[in-house]
């Protein structure tokens, strides 16, 4: 019951762009503050000081794959962003469409579609790919059925995940503000 489909046909490739008449402060994710499955951090900028590769909208469930270098593995799914997240165009934003978001991540992730990235890139000093090979891709999709059972047994992780990240971003602040002062002294242990 498994069929292959293009991934342009179950899921939507950079839908969305800030227009412009767009005139609030963004959270910008660029390509260097994305590793292997994780957005490190994002930047705060107004609109009209950010870097003019801040275009592309995303939301929750989005997966977002670097076209530059894919061999370098740098993509991430978008969970429970906070309002006016902006990725650079140096991303493809993938917007599941028939298929669950963690269904998708896991089938991006995977070794062949890294090989396929790499492969379709072109250019030899900073080889990238375009939205069309993101689009051409054939996935091996299972039954409905099939893909539920996996959702249902997988989405919680991304939630934890999420909050585990969290944790340990407040853990770091935490740190940042106490290690100085016991360096100085000014509180003790």
């Not at 609109?47 to 370098?72: F, L, Q």
């Not at 429970?80 to 997240?85: L, R, S």
């Not at 585990?164 to 016991?182: F, G, M, S, V, Y």
């Amino acid at each position: 019951g498994w069929t292959n489909i293009t991934l342009a046909e179950i899921s939507k490739i950079n839908a969305n762009s800030i227009s412009s008449s767009f005139d609030e402060d963004i959270q910008y994710i660029d390509i260097s503050s994305v590793s292997t499955k994780s957005i490190d951090h994002t930047t705060e900028y107004q609109i009209k000081e950010a870097p003019g590769r801040a275009k592309r909208m995303v939301t929750h469930g989005d997966i977002i794959w670097s076209c530059v270098r894919p061999n370098r593995k740098s993509y991430a799914v978008i969970w429970k962003p906070e309002e006016n997240t902006i990725a650079s165009t140096g991303f493809s934003v993938i917007t599941p469409i028939d298929v669950s978001t963690s269904f998708l991540y896991q089938a991006l992730g995977t070794e062949q579609f890294i090989a396929y990235l790499t492969n379709r890139a072109t250019g030899a000093a900073y080889p990238a790919v375009k939205s069309i090979d993101f689009k051409e891709y054939d996935i091996s999709l299972p039954p409905k059925l099939l893909i539920d059972k996996f959702d249902a047994q997988t989405k919680d992780y991304l939630d934890v995940i999420w909050n585990l990240k969290q944790q340990n971003q407040k853990l770091k602040e935490a740190r940042d503000i106490l290690l100085p002062r016991l360096m100085m002294g000014i509180i003790e242990v």
